[in-house]
């Protein structure tokens, strides 16, 4: 079973209660698991993972600052990230996810991540029902899909 790694950016919680979930339906199948919010995670943090499952809100119609902020880090330490690591993207939103979809995918791309079908996008107001599709992704993370 691989290690996933669970990274959130979250202003008021419910990107992170997402993101716990998730982290609770991989290892709810043995999958260990290290939850990290996105100031403190670096490259060294994707050494030996089998996939990381990233849980962001999207303010303006767009990526959240600290989103933004690791991935600048992790290209200055993309050597260090094994190339094929599998990529699964949670969206806590209000309006349209498009652009903050585009734009993940573009840079993990770049970082040499393959996003794995069927991200997750829940509206702020929809937490309590997308807590339990967060914990189905990260079951299916943890078996490879």
């Not at 794995?116 to 029902?129: F, M, S």
Request: charged share 20%.
């Amino acid at each position: 079973m691989s290690k996933i790694l669970v990274v959130y950016q979250s202003f008021g919680g419910k990107t992170k209660s997402l993101a716990e979930a998730a982290a609770a339906g991989a290892r709810s199948v043995g999958a260990e698991t290290v939850i990290k919010e996105v100031s403190a995670v670096s490259a060294d943090d994707f050494s030996g993972i089998g996939g990381v499952i990233l849980a962001t809100t999207q303010p303006f119609q767009s990526m959240a600052g600290g989103t933004k902020s690791l991935f600048e880090r992790l290209w200055m330490g993309r050597d260090k990230i094994k190339k094929g690591i599998r990529l699964a993207i949670i969206i806590c939103h209000m309006n349209d996810t498009k652009p903050t979809e585009d734009s993940i995918k573009a840079i993990a791309g770049h970082l040499g991540l393959e996003q794995v079908a069927g991200g997750l996008t829940v509206k702020v107001d929809e937490i309590e029902a997308g807590k339990e599709s967060a914990r189905q992704l990260g079951i299916a993370m943890a078996q490879g899909g």
